[in-house]
C-alpha cells in the first residue's frame, strides 16, 4: 500500500475558506491593537498585561508596541515546558497586536480631558471584545496569554478561575510596581471583558459557520 501523501489538493472551496479565515484573523488582530491604543489614550488604566507593558516601557525607554510583542515572545517561550501547540494565529498574534497597538496611538489624538478619555477607553474595550471574536472564530490557535492559561490548567488540575486569577493578579502587581497605570480603567476590563467577549464569541463563530456552510454548497 502507498503511504498517503503529507500534501493533498485542497479543493477550490476550501482554499476560499482559508483565505476568508485568514483575512478575518488579520482584521481582528489589527482591531485588537486598535482597541487597545484607545484603551491607553483613554487615561484611566488598562488592562493587567497592559500595565505591565507600560511599566516597562516607562522602565527601559522601549516602546509600547515593541514590550508588547517582546512580553508575548516570553510567554510563548513558557509553552515549551507546557507542551502547547503553537498555531499560525499564535504567532501572528504575538506579532501583530504590538505593532498595531503603536500604529493607532500615533494616528488617534490624545483627548485633552477625562470627559472625552474614559468615552474612548470604553469604546476600546467594546472594539477588543469584538476583535477577541473575530480572531478566535478564525480557527487558526490561541493567543499566547490564552495559551498560557490553558496550559496552566492542563498540567496543574487548577480550576480556569484560580488559574487566570493568578496569571492576571501576578502581572497587574507586577506591572503597577514598575509604574504601570491602574485605574478605574483596569476594574473596568477586569468585570466587562468575559462578558462582552461571551457576547461577540457565538456572534462570530455563528457567522463563521454560517459563511463556511455557504462555501460548502456552492
Known amino acids: 500500500m502507498q503511504p498517503r501523501s503529507l500534501f ?55 516602546g509600547y508596541g515593541t514590550v508588547t510583542v517582546l512580553v508575548s515572545i516570553l510567554v510563548l517561550a513558557l509553552w515549551i515546558p507546557l507542551r502547547q501547540r503553537v498555531g499560525l494565529g499564535t504567532l501572528l498574534n504575538a506579532l501583530l497586536v504590538g505593532p498595531s497597538a503603536d500604529l493607532a496611538l500615533v494616528l488617534i489624538p490624545e483627548p485633552p480631558s477625562v470627559w472625552i478619555g474614559a468615552p474612548m477607553f470604553l469604546a476600546g474595550l467594546v472594539l477588543l471584545a469584538f476583535a477577541t471574536g473575530l480572531y478566535i472564530a478564525a480557527d487558526f490557535g490561541p493567543g499566547p496569554r490564552d495559551g498560557l492559561m490553558t496550559g496552566l490548567v492542563r498540567r496543574t488540575g487548577w480550576p480556569v478561575w484560580l488559574v487566570r486569577t493568578l496569571i492576571e493578579g501576578s502581572v497587574l502587581l507586577i506591572g503597577f510596581l514598575l509604574g504601570g497605570p491602574v485605574g478605574v480603567g483596569t476594574v473596568l476590563f477586569a468585570f466587562g471583558v468575559g462578558p462582552l467577549v461571551g457576547w461577540f464569541l457565538p456572534w462570530t463563530t455563528r457567522l463563521r459557520q454560517a459563511r463556511s456552510r455557504q462555501l460548502a454548497r456552492v
Open 8 to 62: 493533498l489538493p485542497i479543493s477550490a472551496t476550501s482554499r476560499r475558506d482559508l483565505l476568508e479565515r485568514l483575512v478575518q484573523l488579520l482584521v481582528g488582530l489589527f482591531l485588537y491593537g486598535v482597541a487597545l491604543g484607545l484603551m491607553v489614550h483613554g487615561g484611566i488604566g488598562v488592562a493587567p498585561w497592559d500595565v505591565l507593558a507600560l511599566g516597562v516601557a516607562g522602565q527601559t525607554g522601549i
